[in-house]
């Protein structure tokens, strides 16, 4: 049988109020970061904004893109570069001050609308939408391929084609705006 050695007893270590001081700052330093990252956390990055009946209501989805939506609509903004917007129901009229308006882009539906000017204005129908440009250009993306729409006309659209664009009024973009 090998020979065992008997257990020797453990030297505790003196008591050390230094020792007390680094655990107790490394465990606040600890809790501290936890709860920052807690409360800057990221943003939300989805915002839903709706209206009521007879309700209006204009937002900001980035300092250079303003929202006015008609009574009884809905969009979703997406906190991205660029801001992804979706048309869920009702009117929407965009107004866009920058130089790079050629980033937002608008999803009504099936269909896809990029900015290329600066106002315009879109509407949401069961079987698709509408799109009426103020100033500028718009392009409308659908299953048949991509079509210009330019300044004072209106072209409406389906899933998958544009079923009719016309010359408007400038009083026809958007009648329900109160700046119009």
Do not use: C
Not at 43 to 55: D, F, I, M, N
């Amino acid at each position: 049988m090998p020979f065992l050695r008997p257990p020797t007893a453990t030297t505790a270590r003196p008591f050390s109020w230094r020792r007390i001081l680094l655990h107790g700052s490394i465990t606040t330093m600890a809790l501290g970061l936890g709860l920052m990252s807690w409360y800057i956390s990221k943003p939300v990055t989805a915002r839903l904004h709706e209206t009521g009946p007879g309700q209006h209501l204009t937002i900001k989805a980035t300092p250079d893109i303003s929202i006015s939506l008609d009574a009884d609509s809905a969009i979703t903004v997406v906190n991205s570069q660029p801001p992804r917007i979706e048309l869920l129901r009702g009117n929407a009229y965009f107004d866009v001050t920058s130089k790079d308006a050629d980033k937002l882009e608008v999803k009504v539906g099936e269909a896809r609308i990029k900015d290329i000017g600066t106002r315009f204005s879109v509407k949401m129908q069961p079987d698709g939408g509408s799109v009426a440009v103020a100033d500028g250009q718009v392009e409308i993306h659908v299953a048949t391929g991509t079509y210009l729409v330019s300044a004072r006309e209106r072209a409406d659209f389906d899933g998958t084609r544009i079923t009719g664009h016309r010359l408007i009024a400038e009083a026809d973009i958007a009648p329900w705006h109160p700046n119009r």
